[in-house]
């Protein structure tokens, strides 16, 4: 049988700092410009018919057409993706019937790419499309990027060394970590895709221009990417010298 009086007891730590073991509480913080690694192109497909056979015709060749020019860059893009699909019928302006004027039919396709110098030429070639409207890019960085894990190293090495100067400007130095805290530090607006422009490129087969040769490439300049932590951390430190 176990005597409780010979038990040692366990005296959970005093959530403040005492006179014999002070505390100090920092917040780190660290800000980095980084490389985009990825750029994405917003790409909608449109057509228009007096009749819906006719108009998912034209929508289904130029959709094709446009996935086939995609893959032609292999590697360089790392993603194709269809988002949503339309077909809508256009109401004749007067009259109380039914009558259907025109049918317009849409496609939504998104494209990522990780080579930039494929970007330009994919996005001018594809706004030369018929029917085409392409936006963006939009400069991101992936969400397992090593520039945020090294923001949040630069953070904590901040948090250390701020600690060590309230310390030293004590003539006390730091004895334990009690709590580092993480405050969901990235940047989450900062590190996001930002668009290089407001509205986008258009084929000008969309305005009703003729078509001509391929156009000369696009020089897009890759944006650079802010990378944002912080974080809060709790030491102890000897007795201060006062």
């Given at each position: 049988m176990t005597d409780e009086a010979s038990t040692p007891q366990h005296t959970p730590a005093a959530p403040y700092g005492t006179p014999d073991v002070p505390r100090v509480a920092v917040r780190g913080?660290?800000?980095?410009?980084?490389d985009p690694e990825i750029a994405r192109i917003s790409i909608t497909v449109s057509a228009r018919g007096k009749d819906r056979r006719a108009a998912l015709d034209d929508l289904t060749r130029r959709n094709a057409q446009l996935i086939e020019l995609t893959k032609t860059y292999g590697a360089a893009v790392e993603k194709l993706e269809t988002g949503s699909f339309s077909v809508t019928p256009e109401p004749a302006q007067h009259g109380r019937s039914e009558r259907i004027r025109a049918y317009h039919g849409r496609v939504h396709v998104t494209v990522?790419?990780?080579?930039?110098?494929?970007?330009?030429?994919l996005a001018t070639r594809i706004a030369d499309l018929d029917m085409t409207r392409v936006s963006g890019p939009w400069w991101s960085l992936r969400?397992?990027?090593?520039?945020?894990?090294?923001a949040r190293r630069q953070a904590v090495r901040e948090a250390v060394k701020r600690a060590r100067e309230y310390a030293g400007a004590l003539d006390a130095r730091l004895a334990a970590l009690v709590e580092l805290a993480d405050l969901g530090a990235e940047n989450a607006a900062a590190s996001a895709p930002m668009p290089a422009a407001p509205g986008g490129l258009r084929s000008r087969a969309a305005y009703g221009g003729a078509e001509s040769e391929a156009p000369a490439?696009?020089?897009?300049?890759?944006?650079?990417?802010t990378v944002y932590a912080?974080?809060?951390?709790?030491?102890?430190?000897?007795?201060p010298e006062l």
């Open positions: 913080e660290a800000r980095l410009e980084v990522v790419l990780n080579d930039f110098t494929a970007l330009g030429e969400s397992d990027s090593p520039a945020h894990a090294e490439a696009l020089d897009l300049e890759p944006q650079l990417q912080q974080v809060n951390a709790r030491f102890t430190m000897t007795p």
